[in-house]
C-alpha cells in the first residue's frame, strides 16, 4: 500500500529530472551527448549554496515572489494523481484548486517580475498574463471532458481505476483531450512552439526573461517551481494517455514513471523538429487545441 | 463502442477544423483531399457485410475524384499564383475556429432533434453532415481568394455526401453516380474559372469580384 | 420518344464541338431547335409514353416548361445566326471602358447552347428526385461558359457568382433530396423510392413531420436560389445582364422556370405528407419578398439589362406566390409562367439590338429607340405593357387570376401587397422604358437604320402569342395548365 504521502514526495524529488531528461533528448536528437540528466538538480544545488543579490527598486513583492510560487506550484503538487495512485489531497471538484493554485504561483512570478520595474521583465510578464489567459479555460474543457468519460469529479477519481473503461467508451474524446492537454503543456511551461527556453535573446523570451532579476536561492525557488509544474502537466498527461490501473499499485505506479518519461521524451522530439512560432500566432495554437478539447467534449455528452 | 466508423467520421470534422484554421493554399487543398479520403472509405465499412459491385465502383469512384483528380485539378489553377496563402480573409481564423467549434456543437444539438427513422452505420452521421454542410458554407462566405471559395464548396460537398452514404444502400447506383459526375464537372468548370481570374485579375483575390452591384 | 427529345441537343451539342465549319455550326442550331420543336409538338398531340422504368415521363407541368423552353430556344436560334455573324471574329474593345476583350470560341457558344438546351429538357422529363437534381445542375454547368462569352473581367465575375452561388444552392437541394428519402423511408429498410409518384404514395402513407419539413426547407432554398427567389437572388442581375442577349433570354424565360419546376415537385410531395400549408406558407414569402426586392431596385436602375433581370426576379415572385396561394391564383401561376417566359424572352432580345445600336447599357444615354429601330422601339414599349400586366396582353389576365385567388383565399393583406408592389414595379419601369423610346431633349435622334430580319422576327413571333394569350386562352393549352395546377394543388 503506497501511501499517498509518498507520491507527493516522490513529484517532489523526481521534478528536475524531467527538464534534464528533455535537454538529453534535445541533444540527442542534434547528434550531441548533452549535459547529464542529473544536471538541473546540479544546477538548483549550486544556486542554492550561492549569495543573493537583489535589485534596489524591488520590494518586499520580489523578495517573497519566489517563496509563494514555489509553494504553490508544491501545493498543487499534492492535489496530482501518480497514475492510479490517489493524491495526498483528492475531493470533488479539486482540479478547480488546481488551476487556481499554478494561477497563484503565476501570479506571484508576475509580480515579482513586474516589481523589478524593468522593462524586459514587463513584457515577459504580459505575454505570460496572455497565453495563460487563453490556456486555463482549454484546460478546463480538458478536465470537463475527462470528467464527463470517467465520470469522476475529483482528479484522482478522473484519473482512477475507472479509466481504462473510459477509455474504451469514449476513446475519441480522451484522446482529443489528450492532445489538448499536450498542447496546454507546451504553452503552460514556455516549451517550444510557444516559447524556446534555451534562446538567449531577451525580446524573445516569454518565462526566462521574468528571471533576470532572480539570482541565488530565488532563482533556485522559481526553477524549481518551473520544474514541479512541468511534473505537474506531464502526470497529468502520463495519467491519461497510460490507462494502466492494474490494481497492483507498484506496477501501475511504474507505468506512471513510464509514462512521464515518455511525455518528455516527447517533448523533447517536438522541440527539436520544430522553430517557434510568431508570437501572434500562438493564440491560434491555443485556440485550436482549445477547439480539438471542445469538440471532445461535444463528442463525450453526446453518447 | 467507437468504432472505425466513428473514427473516419471525427476525422471529417477534425479536416474541418483544420480548413477553418489554416492559411496556407496547398495544405488546404491536401486536407480537404483527405476529407475525402476518409469518405471514400465510408462506404465500404458501412456495408461491409453486403460489398457489391456497385459500392465498390461507387467507393473507388470517390476516392480516386476527391483523393487525386480534385487536388491535381485546383493545384495547378493556383499555381500561378504569387502568394499562395490566405491573409486576410472577411473573417479572422481565431474567430473562424471558435465559430467552427459552434457550429459543431448546434449541429450536434440538431442532429439529436432529427433522429434517423432507421439504423445506420454510425450515430454521427447526422451532426457530421451538417456540420460539415454548414462549415463548407461559412468557409465559402468568409474567405476572399477564389480557390478557397472552391474548397468551401467542395467541404460542402462533402457533408452532403455524409448524409448520402445514410442512404446509399436505399438509393440507386445511377443517382450517386450522377451526383459525383456533377460534383467532378463543377469542380472542373470551377478550376477554369480560377484560372481565368488569376489571369484577368492577377490574383484570385475575389474580394475584387464587386464590380457589378447596384447598391453601393 | 422521351428519350429522343433529350438526346437530340445532345448529340447536337456534342457536334457542335467537333464540326470544323463555321456555316455548318451555326446551321446546326435553328436545325436542332426546329427539331426540337417538332417534337414538343408531336407531344402535344400524344402525350408520350413514360421511359427508362418510370423516371423519364411527360406529365402537365413538365409539358408546359418542356414547352416554353422550345419555344424561346427555337426564336433564341433564329435569333443567333445573325447575332454570331455580326460579333465576328478578333478581339474588340469594350464600350463599357474602353479595354480590349475576346469572345470566346464559336463552337463552345453554340455547342453549350444546345447542351444547355439538352439539359433543360432533362429536367422537364425528369420523375426522379435524384435526376431532377442532376439536370437542374446540368444546366448551370451548361449555361455557365454562355455567360463567359464576352471575355472580359465583369463577365468573369458575373459567371463566378452564378457558378458558385447556384451550386451552393443547389447542394442544399440535393442535402433537402436526401432528407426528402429519410422523412418518407420505412425503418424496416427496403429501397427508399424517388420517383414522384412512389413518393408521393409513400408519403402519402407516413411521412415524419420534422424531416420532411426540414426537407422542404432545403429544397426550397435550394431550388429557389436557381429560380432567383430573393433573398437568394444576388447572381441573377449580374449574370442575366453581362451575358449575351439571346443567352439572358433564355436563362430568364427558360433556365428559371426549370428550376421552378423542382420547387413545384416538392410541393406535390409536400401535400401528399401533410406539409401543404407549411410549404405554400414559404412560397407565399418569397413570393412577397421578391416582389419587394424586384420593386425596391427597380426603381432608379440604371442599367436596362439589369432592369429586365429584376423584373425576372418579380414575375418569378408572382408564380411562387400564385402557386402558394393555390386554387385560380395556381393555374393563373402556370398561366403567367408561360406569359412571362414569351414576353421576357422577347424583351431581351430587343435589348440585344438596342445595345448593338446604341453601344451603351445605361438608361440614360439611349434615346429615341421608337425612331431609330422602329419596330424594336415599338416592341420594346409593348413588351413594357406586357411585363407590367397592362390589357390586352397576357400577363393581365394571370395576374387578375393570382389577385382573384388571394382573395378567395381569404387573404386580402397579401393582395393588397401584391397589388402595390405590381403599382411599383409599373412606375419604375414606365420611367425607364418609356424616356428610352421617345427622343431626348435635345431632339438629337439617331438615324434611322433598316433592320434586319433575323433581329425582329423571333421578337415579333413571341410577343405575339403574348397579345394572342391575352385576348384568348387556346383549348388545348388551357386544360394543361389546369391539368398542371391540379397536379401540384395543395389544401389552402
Excluded at chain 2, 455526401?161 to 443517382?175: D, E, I, N
Aim: aromatic share 8%; net charge neutral.
Amino acid at each position: 500500500m503506497i501511501a499517498p504521502a509518498a507520491v507527493f514526495l516522490l513529484g517532489l524529488a523526481l521534478a528536475p529530472l524531467t527538464g534534464g531528461l528533455i535537454v538529453r533528448v534535445k541533444s540527442l536528437a542534434a547528434g550531441r551527448t548533452g549535459p547529464p540528466i542529473l544536471q538541473p538538480y546540479f544546477d538548483l544545488a549550486r544556486l542554492w549554496r550561492k549569495g543573493t543579490v537583489r535589485s534596489t527598486s524591488t520590494s518586499w513583492v520580489f523578495a517573497s515572489g519566489s517563496v509563494i510560487t514555489a509553494a504553490a506550484t508544491a501545493a498543487a503538487l499534492a492535489l496530482v494523481p501518480a497514475g492510479g495512485v490517489r493524491a495526498p489531497l483528492a475531493f470533488a471538484g479539486d482540479a478547480v484548486l488546481l488551476v487556481g493554485l499554478l494561477a497563484l504561483g503565476r501570479f506571484a512570478m508576475v509580480l515579482s517580475a513586474m516589481d523589478t520595474g524593468s522593462s524586459f521583465e514587463g513584457m515577459g510578464a504580459s505575454r505570460e498574463t496572455a497565453f495563460s489567459a487563453l490556456a486555463e479555460p482549454v484546460l478546463m474543457l480538458v478536465v470537463a471532458s475527462v470528467a464527463r468519460a470517467s465520470g469522476g469529479l475529483s482528479l484522482s477519481e478522473m484519473l482512477g481505476p475507472g479509466l481504462p473503461a473510459a477509455w474504451g467508451l469514449h476513446g475519441a474524446s480522451l484522446a482529443l483531450a489528450a492532445a489538448a492537454l499536450f498542447v496546454i503543456l507546451l504553452a503552460e511551461n514556455a516549451r517550444i512552439p510557444v516559447d524556446d527556453p534555451a534562446t538567449h535573446l531577451e525580446l524573445t523570451m516569454i518565462h526566462e526573461v521574468m528571471l533576470l532579476d532572480h539570482s541565488g536561492p530565488d532563482l533556485a525557488l522559481m526553477e524549481y517551481a518551473s520544474a514541479l509544474k512541468l511534473w505537474i502537466f506531464g502526470a497529468l498527461l502520463a495519467g491519461l494517455a497510460v490507462p494502466v490501473r492494474t490494481g497492483w499499485e507498484a506496477l501501475d505506479l511504474a507505468a506512471f514513471l513510464a509514462g512521464t518519461a515518455a511525455a518528455a521524451a516527447v517533448v523533447g522530439l517536438v522541440e527539436s523538429s520544430m522553430a517557434r512560432l510568431q508570437l501572434a500566432r500562438v493564440p491560434q495554437l491555443v485556440v485550436g487545441a482549445g477547439a480539438l478539447a471542445a469538440f471532445g467534449v461535444v463528442l463525450g455528452v453526446r453518447a | 463502442m467507437t468504432t472505425l466508423a466513428d473514427l473516419l467520421l471525427i476525422v471529417v470534422i477534425l479536416v474541418d477544423l483544420f480548413a477553418l484554421a489554416s492559411s496556407r493554399l496547398g495544405a488546404l487543398i491536401r486536407i480537404v483531399a483527405l476529407q475525402g479520403l476518409a469518405l471514400g472509405l465510408l462506404p465500404l465499412i458501412a456495408h461491409h457485410e453486403q460489398l457489391t459491385w456497385r459500392t465498390a465502383a461507387l467507393a473507388g469512384g470517390s476516392l480516386a475524384l476527391k483523393g487525386a483528380v480534385f487536388p491535381w485539378l485546383l493545384l495547378r489553377a493556383t499555381r500561378q499564383d504569387s502568394v499562395r496563402r490566405e491573409l486576410t480573409p472577411f473573417v479572422g481564423y481565431t474567430a473562424s475556429l471558435l465559430a467552427g467549434v459552434a457550429i459543431v456543437g448546434a449541429a450536434f444539438v440538431m442532429g439529436s432533434r432529427l433522429p434517423l427513422p432507421f439504423p445506420a452505420v454510425s450515430d454521427l452521421l447526422v451532426p457530421v453532415a451538417l456540420s460539415t454542410t454548414i462549415i463548407g458554407q461559412f468557409l465559402i462566405v468568409s474567405r476572399r481568394k477564389a480557390a478557397t471559395q472552391v474548397l468551401g464548396y467542395l467541404v460542402l460537398e462533402n457533408g452532403i455526401f455524409v448524409f448520402g452514404l445514410t442512404l446509399s444502400v436505399r438509393m440507386p447506383a445511377l443517382v450517386e453516380m450522377g451526383v459525383l459526375l456533377d460534383v467532378f464537372i463543377g469542380v472542373f468548370v470551377m478550376g477554369l474559372a480560377v484560372r481565368h481570374i488569376q489571369q484577368e485579375f492577377d490574383s484570385i483575390d475575389a474580394s475584387q469580384l464587386t464590380h457589378l452591384r447596384d447598391l453601393p | 420518344m422521351i428519350p429522343a427529345l433529350v438526346a437530340l441537343p445532345a448529340m447536337a451539342g456534342a457536334l457542335a464541338f467537333l464540326l470544323p465549319w463555321v456555316a455548318a455550326r451555326r446551321a446546326l442550331l435553328p436545325a436542332a431547335a426546329l427539331a426540337h420543336a417538332g417534337l414538343t409538338a408531336a407531344a402535344w398531340r400524344s402525350r408520350p409514353a413514360p421511359a427508362l422504368g418510370g423516371w423519364l415521363a411527360l406529365d402537365a407541368p413538365g409539358l408546359v416548361f418542356l414547352t416554353i423552353a422550345s419555344a424561346l430556344f427555337a426564336a433564341a436560334a433564329l435569333y443567333a445566326p445573325g447575332y454570331l455573324r455580326r460579333e465576328g471574329t478578333g478581339s474588340r474593345r469594350d464600350f463599357e471602358e474602353g479595354a480590349f476583350f475576346a469572345d470566346a470560341p464559336e463552337r463552345v457558344f453554340i455547342g453549350c447552347l444546345l447542351l444547355f438546351l439538352a439539359a433543360m429538357t432533362l429536367v422537364t422529363v425528369s420523375q426522379h428526385m435524384g435526376l431532377l437534381w442532376v439536370a437542374v445542375e446540368g444546366t448551370t454547368l451548361a449555361s455557365a461558359p454562355l455567360i463567359y462569352f464576352h471575355r472580359h473581367h465583369r463577365s468573369l465575375e458575373a459567371t463566378w457568382k452564378y457558378l458558385l452561388l447556384c451550386s451552393v444552392g443547389i447542394a442544399l437541394a440535393l442535402l433537402g433530396t436526401f432528407f426528402l428519402a429519410v422523412a418518407v423511408s420505412r425503418p424496416e429498410g427496403g429501397d427508399t423510392p424517388l420517383v414522384l409518384a412512389d413518393l408521393v404514395e409513400a408519403a402519402r402513407a407516413g411521412a415524419d413531420p420534422a424531416w420532411l419539413r426540414v426537407a422542404v426547407v432545403f429544397l426550397i432554398v435550394g431550388y429557389g436560389t436557381k429560380t432567383g427567389l430573393a433573398p437568394l437572388h444576388t447572381w441573377l442581375p449580374d449574370a442575366h445582364s453581362e451575358s449575351p442577349s439571346l443567352v439572358s433570354a433564355l436563362l430568364s424565360g427558360a433556365l428559371l422556370n426549370c428550376a421552378f419546376l423542382g420547387i413545384l415537385r416538392t410541393l406535390q410531395v409536400a401535400s401528399a405528407g401533410g406539409a401543404g400549408g407549411f410549404t405554400a406558407g414559404l412560397l407565399v414569402g418569397f413570393g412577397l419578398a421578391s416582389m419587394i426586392v424586384a420593386a425596391g431596385l427597380i426603381l432608379g436602375q440604371a442599367d436596362y439589362k439589369r432592369l429586365l433581370a429584376y423584373s425576372s426576379i418579380e414575375h418569378m415572385g408572382i408564380v411562387s406566390l400564385g402557386i402558394g396561394l393555390g386554387g385560380a391564383a395556381g393555374f393563373g401561376a402556370m398561366l403567367h409562367a408561360v406569359n412571362h417566359s414569351l414576353a421576357k424572352a422577347s424583351m431581351f432580345l430587343v435589348a440585344g439590338n438596342i445595345l448593338a445600336r446604341f453601344r451603351t447599357k445605361s438608361t440614360a444615354e439611349v434615346r429615341g429607340v421608337l425612331g431609330a429601330m422602329p419596330v424594336s422601339g415599338a416592341l420594346w414599349v409593348a413588351g413594357f405593357l406586357a411585363l407590367t400586366g397592362m390589357p390586352p396582353f397576357g400577363p393581365f389576365l394571370s395576374e387578375m387570376l393570382i389577385l382573384k385567388g388571394a382573395f378567395d383565399a381569404g387573404r386580402p393583406w397579401v393582395a393588397a401587397g401584391y397589388a402595390a408592389l405590381l403599382a411599383l414595379v409599373f412606375i419604375g419601369m414606365s420611367a425607364v422604358v418609356l424616356r428610352m423610346a421617345q427622343p431626348g431633349e435635345d431632339g438629337a435622334q439617331e438615324g434611322f437604320l433598316r433592320e434586319e430580319a433575323s433581329t425582329v422576327l423571333p421578337s415579333l413571333a413571341l410577343m405575339g402569342i403574348v397579345l394572342l394569350l391575352g385576348l384568348f386562352v387556346p383549348a388545348a393549352l388551357g386544360e394543361t395548365l389546369q391539368a398542371a395546377a391540379r397536379a401540384v394543388g395543395h389544401a389552402p
